[in-house]
Nanobody, 122 residues
Framework: QVQLVESGGGLVQAGDSLRLSCAAS????????MGWFRQAPGKEREIVAS????????YYTDSVKGRFTISRDNAKNTVYLQMNSLKPEDTAVYYC???????????????WGQGTQVTVSS
């Protein structure tokens, strides 16, 4: 069992930056691939970025490449999403998820956080 708690969301202007954090409970955090997903109003949830258990491999959806960076600190049981050059279309509820998988680009998430709202004004 893994419990996830996101933080760091907020209201920012276009071009600003935010860093989301996801703190995980449990002693097996380093065994899980971690992902950030988002869901905008009226849209399906989509994967934004993911990272392998070791941190050596990452995946980004095309719309955030070059702007977002996912990282993890296994000693702190935490995964981060640094979001730069934010755009209004990045507005969504952001969720972190954990899954015991090697296929980080297609992870679906076995465990989920409660989500944190990110709103980007134009």
């Amino acid at each position: 069992q893994v419990q996830l708690v996101e933080s760091g969301g907020g209201l920012v202007q276009a071009g600003d930056s935010l860093r989301l954090s996801c703190a995980a409970s449990g002693r097996t955090f380093s065994s899980y691939a971690m992902g950030w997903f988002r869901q905008a109003p009226g849209k399906e949830r989509e994967i934004v970025a993911s990272i392998s258990w070791s941190g050596r491999n990452t995946y980004y959806t095309d719309s955030v490449k070059g702007r977002f960076t996912i990282s993890r600190d296994n000693a702190k049981n935490t995964v981060y999403l640094q979001m730069n050059s934010l755009k209004p279309e990045d507005t969504a509820v952001y969720y972190c998820a954990a899954e015991a998988t090697l296929h980080i680009a297609t992870m679906l998430g076995d465990y989920w956080g409660q989500g944190t709202q990110v709103t980007v004004s134009s």
